[in-house]
């Protein structure tokens, strides 16, 4: 029986969102002391070890070496964390933000098509096609029309890349869909610790190059390992198998609005072209959705 979205859903989304959304002041904040390579090694390694812990506190248990699993925890974070991570921060060397988070945000147009041809029950839609397609629109909108300006110049190749990213987290929703029955902390520890595999070799070259590294930038890293990596790892894993990749695509537009909120917080000026493109965005996840309103999430006393 197909899965109906309905207020938990939405509102493990938007909690998913936010998480990833606050990233970015404390990626931005972090990587000022912390090389890169270091940031993400930190980031994933408390994280796996975070998650590793709250899986045997729930009584699971992380399957053994020659459990096929882990062949596909492996592509996990391969796809979901290391490879994107390196595939992004290598091409922001060339590109500027804007244009990099422009490209990112195609992911939903690639997961409709993957979710099309390896998920039973995920069809697309032309109504579901035009959504993404308008949701894109208003990430272009929201980020800037002017960024696409350097789309198709010397930088091609990095151009390139940031899509190749986008590619890898479409292949990551399809592949959590896919996943055999495990319980979804223990995926997401399993996830987490072969994406610190992956990531190692770079990590701790940088790592023991580091000095003069600030506390704020230890606490900004330990903060988007718990968060964004390590509680946000959870709730994908169980969206994208409750609620489905498709569904799950909808949180790379909503995030762009949750790290503007925190730049509010921050003490970032906000604009009316931030409204403007929210309610594009909405429009997009309104048809998307197949013409369902968002449902607002309950709030439980």
Same mark, same amino acid.
């Given at each position: 029986?197909?899965?109906?979205?309905?207020?938990?859903?939405?509102?493990?989304l938007?909690?998913?969102?936010?998480?990833?959304?606050?990233?970015?002041?404390?990626?931005?904040?972090s990587?000022?002391?912390?090389?890169p390579?270091?940031?993400?090694?930190?980031?994933?390694s408390?994280a796996a070890?975070?998650?590793t812990?709250w899986?045997?506190?729930?009584?699971?248990?992380?399957?053994?070496?020659?459990d096929?699993?882990?062949?596909?925890?492996?592509?996990?974070?391969?796809? +979901?964390?290391?490879?994107?991570?390196?595939?992004?921060?290598?091409?922001?060397?060339?590109?500027?933000?804007?244009?990099a988070?422009?490209?990112?945000?195609?992911?939903?147009?690639?997961?409709?098509?993957?979710?099309?041809?390896?998920?039973?029950?995920?069809?697309m839609t032309?109504?579901?096609?035009?959504?993404?397609?308008?949701?894109?629109?208003?990430?272009?909108?929201?980020?800037?029309?002017?960024?696409?300006a350097?789309?198709?110049?010397?930088?091609?190749?990095?151009?390139?890349?940031?899509?190749?990213?986008?590619?890898?987290?479409?292949?990551?929703?399809i592949?959590?869909r896919?996943l055999?029955?495990? =319980?979804?902390?223990?995926?997401?520890a399993?996830?987490?610790?072969m994406?610190?595999v992956?990531a190692?070799?770079?990590g701790?070259?940088?790592l023991?190059?580091?000095?003069?590294?600030?506390?704020?930038?230890?606490?900004?890293?330990?903060?988007?390992?718990?968060? =964004?990596t390590?509680?946000?790892?959870?709730?994908?894993?169980h969206?994208?198998?409750?609620?489905?990749?498709?569904?799950?695509?909808?949180?790379?537009?909503l995030?762009p609005?949750?790290a503007?909120?925190? +730049?509010l917080?921050?003490?970032?000026?906000?604009?009316?072209?931030?409204?403007?493109?929210?309610?594009?965005?909405?429009?997009g996840?309104?048809?998307?959705?197949?013409?369902?309103?968002?449902?607002p999430?309950?709030?439980?006393?």
């Amino acid at each position: 029986m197909p899965h109906t979205i309905g207020p938990r859903d939405w509102a493990a989304l938007l909690l998913l969102t936010v998480l990833w959304g606050s990233a970015f002041a404390f990626i931005k904040h972090s990587v000022g002391t912390l090389p890169p390579g270091a940031l993400i090694f930190v980031r994933l390694s408390l994280a796996a070890l975070a998650l590793t812990v709250w899986a045997h506190m729930r009584g699971h248990r992380l399957p053994p070496l020659t459990d096929r699993r882990w062949l596909w925890m492996g592509g996990l974070g391969l796809f +979901g964390n290391a490879l994107p991570f390196f595939l992004v921060s290598w091409a922001q060397q060339y590109i500027d933000s804007a244009l990099a988070g422009i490209l990112v945000a195609t992911m939903p147009l690639v997961t409709v098509g993957l979710a099309h041809v390896f998920v039973p029950g995920e069809r697309m839609t032309v109504r579901a096609v035009l959504g993404l397609i308008v949701g894109f629109a208003g990430v272009i909108f929201l980020l800037g029309p002017s960024a696409l300006a350097a789309l198709g110049g010397a930088d091609t190749l990095a151009q390139l890349a940031v899509i190749g990213a986008a590619t890898c987290y479409a292949i990551n929703a399809i592949q959590a869909r896919l996943l055999p029955d495990t =319980p979804p902390s223990v995926s997401a520890a399993g996830m987490l610790i072969m994406a610190t595999v992956f990531a190692a070799p770079l990590g701790i070259w940088d790592l023991v190059q580091v000095e003069n590294v600030t506390p704020s930038a230890w606490f900004a890293a330990a903060w988007l390992a718990l968060g =964004p990596t390590a509680f946000a790892s959870v709730i994908l894993m169980h969206v994208a198998r409750t609620a489905g990749p498709n569904f799950l695509a909808i949180a790379n537009y909503l995030t762009p609005i949750a790290a503007l909120l925190t +730049g509010l917080l921050i003490g970032e000026v906000v604009g009316w072209t931030v409204i403007l493109a929210l309610a594009v965005i909405l429009a997009g996840v309104w048809l998307a959705r197949g013409g369902k309103p968002p449902v607002p999430p309950k709030v439980q006393p």
